[in-house]
């Protein structure tokens, strides 16, 4: 039978929905247990297995103990093989992935899947060195690098693609991260740590995030702001999502803002910076809300990267009509595969917010264009 390794990081984007950007570090682990966060990994790791189920019977996992991945694979009746592997303790560390990824090359998997963020990419990397093909689940809050798959199926269905040979090329992907201290601050300090074998299918295998808009593009991004300033409706609540060209908005209504978090606006008045699920919950108890958000460049998400505070069920309570996208001419031609897409973590609600959209990229410009789910059918 062949061998495939899973490794799970189960901290991997517990940060994200409480709004602090990361989980790198005991003690910021510490703060998102406090305030609430749950383990997203391990869910996400189980939705990516499902589309393998065709080839149960010809392969076994090769796996970590507990929450690194036996546990999942147990509930789900899989065959499946602990490696020895002694843990740094309770809480997951680094080098736990590091060193059961080498365990794993030495054991001779077919393909290694791992779940986690960039932080889990680049362990990943420390130990194999392109030596291994490997798929990464998207289960991080900071998802720069392109090893990953769009979504959890989508990184189910590219193993099976190879595993049955459809697919024989790789490809190299860039294993990329940032500063998470840095990132908290609102400095964005990408470096490029290497490159990883993964398998090749673009439409299932996500774009590296570009960067900030070019120098050229201020007058439109400028006009994208104030027209979203202009629309704003009297005591309705306007959840401003990260990014760069919505940080515009907060900077012409002079308030303080949170480049890479989300603040919340009513009447021209800030009412919350930076704030995470439960206070979005919160404030959406009192009145009706909007979102304002911007596509990640280069990669095209909408929800599921680096805004992980609009959680399901956030988005359950506002009307798709009340979804604001804003971007620049140049980022939405700049799409690898000229698509938006919705990876919130839950099937349904990514279907639900699916259709057409008209995106505004100017004062009075505005370009349709439909987001879809981002798992392939």
């Known amino acids: 039978m062949k061998k495939i390794g899973l490794i799970i990081n189960p901290i991997a984007g517990m940060g994200g929905r409480v709004g602090l950007k990361g989980t790198d570090g005991p003690e910021i682990l510490a703060r998102a247990r406090a305030r609430g966060a749950l383990p997203q990994a391990p869910k996400r790791a189980e939705m990516a297995l499902r589309p393998l189920l065709p080839l149960q019977e010809e392969f076994r996992f090769l796996t970590c103990q507990g929450s690194m991945g036996a546990e999942i694979l147990a509930a789900a009746d899989w065959e499946y093989e602990v490696i020895d592997l ?28 791992f779940a986690g963020g960039d932080g889990t990419a680049r362990d990943i990397f420390k130990a194999l060195d392109n030596s291994l093909p490997v798929i990464g689940i998207p289960a991080g809050v900071k998802i720069h690098s392109g090893v990953f798959a769009n979504t959890p199926l989508d990184a189910g269905q590219l193993a099976l693609n190879y595993l049955r040979g459809d697919i024989e090329e790789l490809i190299a992907a860039e294993v990329m991260d940032i500063d998470e201290e840095a990132f908290r601050e609102g400095r964005v300090s990408a470096k490029l740590y290497g490159f990883l074998h993964v398998p090749a299918d673009n439409r299932l295998i996500q774009g590296l995030k570009t960067g900030a808009p070019a120098e050229g593009e201020k007058a439109a991004l400028d006009g994208i702001a104030q027209r979203v300033i202009d629309d704003m409706d009297r005591d309705k609540y306007y959840f401003v999502g990260p990014g760069t060209t919505t940080r515009l908005i907060m900077e012409k209504l002079g308030l303080e803002y949170s480049l890479l978090g989300v603040d919340v606006v009513q009447n021209r008045e800030l009412k919350g910076k930076d704030v995470g699920e439960q206070e979005l919950l919160d404030f959406q108890q009192s009145g009706p809300s909007k979102i304002v958000v911007t596509p990640i460049g280069g990669q095209g998400f909408v929800f599921g990267r680096g805004n992980q505070q609009f959680s399901p069920d956030v988005l359950r309570k506002v009307n798709k009509k009340d979804i604001i996208i804003i ?9 690898e595969d000229g698509q938006l897409k919705i990876d919130s973590g839950d099937q349904e609600i990514d ?13 009075q410009e505005e370009r349709v264009f439909y987001v879809r789910a981002a798992a392939v059918e």
């Open 327 to 335: 971007g620049s001419k140049n980022k939405l031609t700049a799409l």
């Open 86 to 113: 002694e843990l740094s303790g309770e809480e997951t560390e680094a080098r736990d992935t590091i060193n059961a990824a080498r365990i794993m090359k030495e054991e001779g998997v077919e393909i290694l899947i």
């Open 351 to 363: 279907q639900e917010f699916s259709g057409y959209y008209r995106i505004r990229i100017g004062y």
